[in-house]
Each structure stands twice: as C-alpha cells, then as structure tokens.
C-alpha cells in the first residue's frame, strides 16, 4: 500500500493535458502540409486577380495594375529589412549576450523558465519584432545550456516567438502603424483614402495599450501551465540539439589594411554624427511623432546596433548573418504592392475597383457595433494564408478604412483590429517562425502546437475585446497630409 501511495502522484501528474494532445496532432499536420510562405503570397495574386476579373476589369488592366504597383512598396520593403536586420544585431552583440547570460541564471523551475522567455519575447516585442525573436531565442538557448535546470527545448522556443505571435503589432514596429503615421511609405491611392493615422490613435490609444497588456499575462499564463511536465520534458540534450555557445569571437585582423574594420574609431565617429540628428528629431517635434517615423525609428536602432557591435567587422559580420532572415519580404513584399494596385486601380465594367466591392460587401453585412469583430475574424483568416509581418495591411486597408468611414468606425482603431487579428495567425504559420528555428535548431513541427494552444485562448479574447473595446471610441474624419 505504502508503494503504492507512493507511485500514484507521478503517474496522475504525469498524464498529458488535452491541449498538450491537440497541439501533437496540430503539430504533425502543419509540418506536413504547409508550403513555403512565396506559395501563399502568389496564390493571393492569382485570387485578387481573378476577383478583378470578376468584377468586368480587363485583363490588360489587371496586368498593367500589377506592374505599376509591384515596386511600389520597395521604400517600406527596405525599411522593414533595415528593422530585422538591426534587431538581429542587436541582440547578438556582445552587450546583449552578457545580458542573456544573466537572464538565463534567474528561472529556478522548468515551467517558470518557459514563462519567463515568454515575458521577454513578448515585452520586447513591444519595441522591436526583430530584437524579441532574436533575443529570445538566444535567451532559449542559454536557458538550455543550464545543467541544473529541466526544461523543456520545444515549449521554450514556442514562449520565445509569443512576441511575433501576441503583441509585436501592438507595438512601436507595428509596421500598419508605421505606415499610416508615415504619408511617405504609403502608396498614393491607398493615402488618398486612408490619410494620416498618428500613433496616438493607433498603438498608444489606451484601448490598444488594454489589449496588449491582457493578451501579455494570458500568454505567459498559458506558456507556464500548458508546458510539458514529468517524463513528458523533452531538453535540448533530449532532442540532440547542441546549444552552445552561438556567439563567434571576431578574429584578430590578419592584414595592415583591417586595422579600421577592427578599431571603434570609425564607430564612434558615426554614432557621434548620428546622435545630432537623433538629438534635432526630438528636440524639434513631439517625440511621439518622431519615434512613429520609420525612418527615425530605424535609424536610432542602427546607431544602437553600431554602437552595441563597437568594431566594424563585428557589425558587418553580425549583419551578414541576419541576411537570411529577411529573404521571404524581399521576394514577397512586390507582390504585395501588386496586389494592393490591382484592387485599387483595375476597374470593372461599373466603374468600381475590387476595392469599392470589397468595402460594400462589409458595409453590407457589418454594423458600427459588428464592425471591429468581423473584420478581425476576416484579417486573421488572410493573414493565414498571406503571412505579411504588416505588409498585408496594403491589401486590406483600401477596402476596411472606406469600410470603417461609412460605418463611422474610428479609424485608428480600425488599424489596430488589423493589427492584433493579423498576429494571430503567425502563431501557426511558420513564415515568420524560420529566423527562430534557425537559432534554435527546431523544426516547425517542433513548437507548432505549442503556439496552437495559444491560438485556441487567443483567438475568442482577441475578437471580443475588438468589439468591446471598439464600442468605447468615436470616429474622426481622415487627416489628410
């Protein structure tokens, strides 16, 4: 008896969860059957296509559409990449890695440890996208490298991408965000519907600052309580991955003429020159205007990262190695611009563009009260099939913000049910997940259904509080620059 008193509460303890069976199952399916991101993004051309064909536009029309918008979006297409790349800097710089070192030491339990990777990504995301799946995964990888702590590998890399998958949207490289304060980045037709949306009524609307803190402690909630426990953890060790130490030491110069590659001279020369523009930009305009400038943004985050990298050749190196994570928007993002023209400029035999039938339809089947849900519901369900990181936005805004204006919906918050809706399909579409996985030495299958869990609590929360929040705003007509 007394034996068996004692092997009863490992075995009851040990016994899987039903969502830990669901995400086994929706973890197998998706390593299987999902195609590679450019698949999705070329099927979006081929259906917005045959939709404007629909509508009685001419395929010479439709084809030209396509041509004139593809390079449209290279400006933001840039401004994102420079974003990634920094990011990725930034967190392999040594400063950071001493940071992730310290980090690592403070979680005393498995569990606890996946929750607080799961804290980091997500409040770094807040920030920079690039900087929390980067510095999370690194953080993972450290958390592993500790013999005295069990944890397991998998459900650890599925906490470290909750910042792509929760709040980064709600965030300051919320890249819908950035493009509607920024009359620059955005193409003509779609600022001429749209026009300018500040941060204030978007991301720092304390509507939007509600969501992000809600959905912040229900993520690190779930990553503690649905990880795997007892007999069940599987560590890195387990999984033959090595975790060692990724950092590369820079090697010493092996040439007189490498003596400046390695020196911080030229570094400190730039991020000197540097800070007086920075130091103009935020004296001279309300900050909040001047860090929801792309440009801005993304230039105070290189100067960080020259500076983070001190040499040169680290730098150089570091951003050589962060190429790779910024291939799928560089092949993709064209085709969203000819997307966005094809739905705004090819028109039918009534005159009306698959823009203005998009919106009708919404118009038609929406409320002012119904208005924020059913476009959530809608933007999640593309965003699986168009995994964007923002760049979709350029699609969907044409038709959701004349949508939004008839329906007297308040603009910003229009953006922002893009943006918290858009978020949740990246918890199951591996597109975004690759950079991660690359560091962590995961497959999608690995953390899939880890992130399913998510979805299945993230899903109903992020669509009520849409429409709840959404009913506590009033709408202002579009600024226009």
């Known amino acids: 008896m007394e034996q068996l008193t004692e092997a009863s509460p490992p075995i009851a303890k040990d016994a899987p969860g039903l969502l830990e069976l669901v995400a086994a199952k929706v973890t197998g399916w998706s390593e299987r059957w999902f195609p590679d991101a450019y698949i999705f993004a070329t099927i979006a051309v081929v259906v917005v296509a045959i ?34 790349i920094t990011g990725y800097v930034v967190a392999e710089s040594p ?3 001493k940071a992730i070192t310290w980090l690592a030491r403070l979680p005393t339990r498995g569990n606890s440890a996946i929750a607080f990777v799961a804290l980091v990504s997500i409040v770094a995301s807040l920030f920079n ?48 965000s950035q493009l509607q304060a920024n009359p620059a980045s955005l193409p003509k037709p779609l600022l001429a519907i749209t026009g300018v949306i500040p941060f204030p009524e978007t991301i720092l609307l304390p509507q939007s600052m509600l969501l992000a803190a809600v959905l912040l ?11 795997p426990r007892g007999d069940r953890v599987r560590t890195a060790a387990d999984l033959g991955v090595p975790v060692d130490d990724a950092n590369i030491k820079l090697p010493s110069p092996d040439r007189p003429g490498d003596w400046l590659e390695y020196s911080p001279i030229i570094t400190i020369l730039m991020v000197l020159l540097g800070s007086i523009w920075v130091w103009n930009e935020f004296s001279t305009k309300n900050p909040i205007l001047a860090i929801s400038n792309l440009n801005t943004y993304n230039f105070v985050f290189v100067l960080i990262a020259m500076l983070l990298s001190w040499r040169p050749r680290r730098f150089l190196n570091a951003v050589a190695k962060s190429i790779p994570s910024i291939a799928g928007m560089i092949v993709q993002f064209p085709l969203y611009g000819g997307i966005a023209f094809i739905i705004t400029k090819a028109t039918g035999s009534s005159g009306g563009s698959l823009s203005e039938y998009l919106s009708q339809f919404f118009v038609a089947i929406s409320s002012h009260a119904s208005f924020p849900a059913l476009m959530g519901i809608y933007s999640a369900v593309l965003g699986f099939f168009v995994p964007s990181g923002g760049g979709k936005w350029i699609i969907e805004a044409p038709y959701v913000i004349e949508a939004a204006k008839t329906l007297q919906v308040h603009l910003g918050w229009a953006v922002t049910v893009y943006n918290a809706a858009e978020a949740l399909p990246n918890l199951i579409n591996p597109f975004w997940m690759l950079p991660l996985l690359g560091i962590l030495g995961l497959k999608a299958r690995d953390i899939v259904g880890f992130t399913f869990t998510q979805l299945l609590v993230h899903f109903p929360l992020v669509i009520f509080m849409l429409w709840i929040l959404g009913g506590t705003l009033v709408y202002h007509p579009p600024v226009m620059p």
């Open 95 to 97: 400063l950071a890695s």
């Open 129 to 176: 996208w690039a900087i929390s799946l980067f510095f999370s995964g690194l953080l993972v990888r450290a958390l592993a490298r500790r013999t005295d702590l069990r944890m397991d590998y998998r459900a650890a890399g599925a906490a470290a991408y909750l910042g792509l998958g929760a709040t980064w949207a709600l965030g300051l490289s919320s890249a819908a």
């Open 51 to 84: 939709g404007a064909l629909a509508i009685g536009a001419p395929i010479k029309s439709v084809g030209i559409a396509f041509g004139d918008g593809f390079w449209t979006l290279i400006p933001f297409t840039m401004q994102l990449a420079v974003a990634a």
């Open 217 to 227: 402690v229900v993520s690190v909630g779930l990553s503690y309580f649905s990880a």
